[in-house]
């Protein structure tokens, strides 16, 4: 009997910064979980941090992912075609968001069907996605399809992506400027070494 798939539909944000934090946020309108919000903080030092604003979800994506420290807070994330607003414990982050380019643009050739496909999903990203790697600026560990820390296959079904320039700070203290980001090992798939957000269909194993 084949496991049953869980999918997680939203938007995945990501920057990393002079200070050397690094974060990836989830903002999930449709999940098995309902609507929630997630930040996963990479500290200057390596330690890894996990704040979602449901306790279901903390506990699901501690099982999949790696983290250091976890906690359970109200996450805001707020969504508008051209910025992202996150709001997470101390942490504040902005994206204001580029209009669409090439990439993007490529990926709205694709059926909206045919991108949720998984045998789709392995065909992309073992072909296309050394293809695609010069325009994320490298990006040699982003992944669409891996398997998790719980030992649950994962598919990213990508729908858009969107540059971004972004600013963050930690309880009121700015971290600088952007940089490319350091890998995080949060899980299997690095997030693009620049600021980012990408529209995202996440199918992963019960």
């Given at each position: 009997m084949a496991p049953e798939l869980l999918a997680f539909d939203g938007w995945i944000a990501g920057a990393a910064f002079a200070s050397g934090d690094r974060f990836v946020v989830g903002r999930w309108p449709r999940s098995p979980f309902g609507s929630f919000a997630d930040v996963m903080w990479a500290r200057p030092g390596g330690e890894r941090v996990l704040l979602a604003s449901d306790?279901?979800?903390?506990?699901?994506?501690?099982?999949?992912?790696?983290?250091?420290?976890?906690r359970a807070t109200p996450v805001d994330v707020r969504v508008s075609p051209r910025r992202i607003r996150v709001s997470a414990a101390q942490v504040e982050l902005d994206l204001d968001l580029e209009q669409p380019g090439a990439l993007s643009r490529l990926l709205a050739l694709r059926p909206r069907r045919l991108r949720t496909l998984r045998t789709w999903v392995a065909i992309e990203d073992r072909l296309a996605r050394p293809l695609v790697a010069p325009l994320l600026g490298g990006g040699a560990g982003i992944r669409a399809r891996g398997r998790t820390r719980g030992g649950s296959r994962e598919w990213y079904a990508i729908h858009a992506f969107r540059l971004a320039r972004a600013r963050a700070a930690i309880g009121g203290v700015d971290l600088g400027g952007t940089v490319p980001a350091r890998a995080c090992g949060f899980g299997f798939s690095e997030f693009p070494p620049m600021p980012a957000a990408v529209r995202v269909t996440s199918l992963i194993e019960a």
């Amino acid at each position: 009997m084949a496991p049953e798939l869980l999918a997680f539909d939203g938007w995945i944000a990501g920057a990393a910064f002079a200070s050397g934090d690094r974060f990836v946020v989830g903002r999930w309108p449709r999940s098995p979980f309902g609507s929630f919000a997630d930040v996963m903080w990479a500290r200057p030092g390596g330690e890894r941090v996990l704040l979602a604003s449901d306790e279901r979800a903390l506990a699901f994506i501690r099982r999949h992912y790696t983290f250091e420290e976890h906690r359970a807070t109200p996450v805001d994330v707020r969504v508008s075609p051209r910025r992202i607003r996150v709001s997470a414990a101390q942490v504040e982050l902005d994206l204001d968001l580029e209009q669409p380019g090439a990439l993007s643009r490529l990926l709205a050739l694709r059926p909206r069907r045919l991108r949720t496909l998984r045998t789709w999903v392995a065909i992309e990203d073992r072909l296309a996605r050394p293809l695609v790697a010069p325009l994320l600026g490298g990006g040699a560990g982003i992944r669409a399809r891996g398997r998790t820390r719980g030992g649950s296959r994962e598919w990213y079904a990508i729908h858009a992506f969107r540059l971004a320039r972004a600013r963050a700070a930690i309880g009121g203290v700015d971290l600088g400027g952007t940089v490319p980001a350091r890998a995080c090992g949060f899980g299997f798939s690095e997030f693009p070494p620049m600021p980012a957000a990408v529209r995202v269909t996440s199918l992963i194993e019960a």
